[in-house]
């Protein structure tokens, strides 16, 4: 966390006592600077409202602040998906599943986080509300990443102990990366999305970004209701594959010292690490070449919406959702018998294997100029989006799972470690995750 923001902590720390000590804490940050477009709405009246509910303190959230994705149904509020398109849109009538199970175990919601439009976009900008910056680095605004740049931002800067979001091809894990927290895409199917806009109904997750592992694995019980098999096996006790096939291409000279530097860390944890090629990422390009998923079914639903309104959506989002059209029924039904096809090959190319460590995006977060709306500056846009896209989007095409822990040192812009299984081994990456995560505490302190 920058000093600035230590500080506010701090201060206020010792003025204050309990739950309502945290959530002066929370709004003062989200109040800040570091905050600015990172909420669309607040609602710090309710929030300490349920912190100082005498009932807080027993209940397993205790009042701590979380912070709400715009995609998410908050009973009373209007769900824009970050868009201008539905700012007149009839108020939600209940809670979504996600945002009720937070609710439930003592959540004080702290607001609805800014976000790439309709979820659209890896690189977190929003020409509608702003884009809110990472907060890692103070004198150059840089990108947060997306999709759920607000609610990155909002746990980057301590303003919530949990953001809410969503992952469909890294929005959880990319915005993690690129802000030093640490997020988790857990198997699609474990946690409920009714309640959530849909941009993929195939590939959507609904999940949450933390700061630590540990909290992690709390907020995913939350959401999946259900408990995180312990286990006390040391880093030593794993088998972990690197894949070199397109994952590593590329890498700007920060992640690629941070994930050598790890990958050491780890060899002299006692750890297995093996390299293997999984070619079979390659054909992901053909998979997808008549168009993917996301495109398809996000023209689905915005179809009508587009005829309407389509002026006022961001162009950058408009055109990749028109893009879906192209897709012909047979084309998007072939698609799932080759997703199963490729899914059944990497798993038999796993086999063995505990989990697969990669960088989670390659880059650190460039600057917010160098890919604002304009001229060139646009083809820079989708070749960072692209960029940032590329490995985390592997694990849901996987229909899989993965976490994105930091891994930078200090003095480093942040950087994620992604590591990743197939689906519904969500408890064994997250058990690994615990155990990287000490690992690398001890780097950065010998650093």
């Known amino acids: 966390m920058r000093p600035d923001l230590i500080a506010t902590r701090?201060?206020?720390?010792?003025?204050?006592?309990?739950?309502?000590?945290?959530?002066?804490?929370?709004?003062?940050?989200?109040?800040?600077?570091?905050?600015?477009?990172?909420?669309?709405?607040?609602?710090?009246?309710?929030?300490?409202?349920?912190?100082?509910?005498?009932?807080?303190?027993?209940?397993?959230?205790?009042?701590?602040?979380?912070?709400?994705?715009?995609?998410?149904?908050?009973?009373?509020?209007?769900?824009?998906?970050?868009?201008?398109?539905?700012?007149?849109?009839?108020?939600?009538?209940?809670?979504?599943?996600?945002?009720?199970?937070?609710?439930?175990?003592?959540?004080?919601?702290?607001?609805?986080?800014?976000?790439?439009?309709?979820?659209?976009?890896?690189?977190?900008?929003?020409?509608?509300?702003?884009?809110?910056?990472?907060?890692?680095?103070?004198?150059?605004?840089?990108i947060p990443?997306?999709?759920?740049?607000?609610?990155?931002?909002?746990?980057?800067?301590?303003?919530?102990?949990?953001?809410?979001?969503?992952?469909?091809?890294?929005?959880?894990?990319?915005?993690?990366?690129?802000?030093?927290i640490v997020g988790f895409k857990n198997t699609a199917r474990l946690t409920p999305r009714e309640g959530a806009l849909p941009l993929s109904t195939t590939l959507d997750t609904v999940c949450a970004m933390t700061r630590s592992v540990r909290d992690a694995i709390l907020v995913h019980e939350i959401l999946s209701g259900s408990s995180v098999t312990r286990s006390h096996v040391p880093l030593a006790g794993y088998r972990l594959a690197v894949a070199r096939t397109s994952m590593l291409d590329g890498l700007d000279a920060t992640v690629a010292g941070a994930f050598d530097r790890t990958l050491k860390a780890f060899r002299h944890a006692g750890a297995r690490v093996e390299e293997i090629a999984l070619s079979e990422i390659r054909e992901l390009g053909t998979l997808q070449s008549t168009g993917g998923f996301t495109g398809a079914e996000s023209y689905a639903w915005h179809r009508t919406l587009l005829e309407r309104k389509g002026s006022e959506y961001d162009p950058r989002v408009r055109m990749r959702i028109e893009r879906g059209a192209a897709m012909k029924a047979h084309e998007y039904i072939e698609l799932f018998r080759a997703r199963a096809e490729w899914i059944a090959r990497i798993e038999a190319a796993l086999r063995g294997f505990d989990a697969v460590l990669s960088p989670t995006v390659p880059i650190v977060a460039p600057p917010i100029a160098q890919v604002a709306p304009g001229g060139e500056r646009d083809d820079e846009f989708f070749r960072v989006n692209t960029l940032l896209l590329r490995n985390p989007s592997v694990v849901n095409m996987l229909d899989g799972c993965a976490i994105s822990i930091p891994c930078q040192v200090p003095g480093e812009l942040p950087c994620g470690l992604m590591i990743w299984q197939s689906a519904m081994r969500d408890d064994t990456v997250l058990n690994i995750a615990l155990q990287a995560q000490a690992v690398l505490a001890g780097t950065t302190r010998d650093s």
């Open 145 to 180: 990443g997306g999709s759920s740049s607000g609610a990155a931002v909002s746990v980057a800067t301590g303003a919530a102990f949990v953001g809410l979001g969503s992952d469909t091809g890294g929005s959880i894990r990319m915005p993690a990366a690129l802000c030093g």
């Open 10 to 142: 701090e201060a206020l720390q010792g003025n204050l006592g309990g739950s309502a000590r945290e959530m002066e804490v929370s709004i003062a940050i989200a109040r800040s600077t570091a905050c600015d477009h990172a909420f669309l709405k607040t609602s710090f009246d309710a929030a300490r409202a349920v912190a100082a509910d005498p009932a807080s303190p027993a209940k397993l959230l205790a009042g701590l602040a979380v912070s709400v994705k715009d995609l998410f149904d908050v009973a009373g509020e209007i769900t824009a998906a970050g868009s201008a398109v539905l700012a007149d849109a009839p108020p939600a009538t209940q809670d979504s599943p996600a945002v009720a199970r937070l609710k439930a175990v003592g959540a004080a919601i702290l607001g609805r986080t800014n976000m790439s439009e309709f979820a659209f976009s890896a690189v977190g900008t929003n020409p509608h509300y702003g884009t809110p910056a990472n907060p890692a680095e103070a004198a150059v605004p840089r």
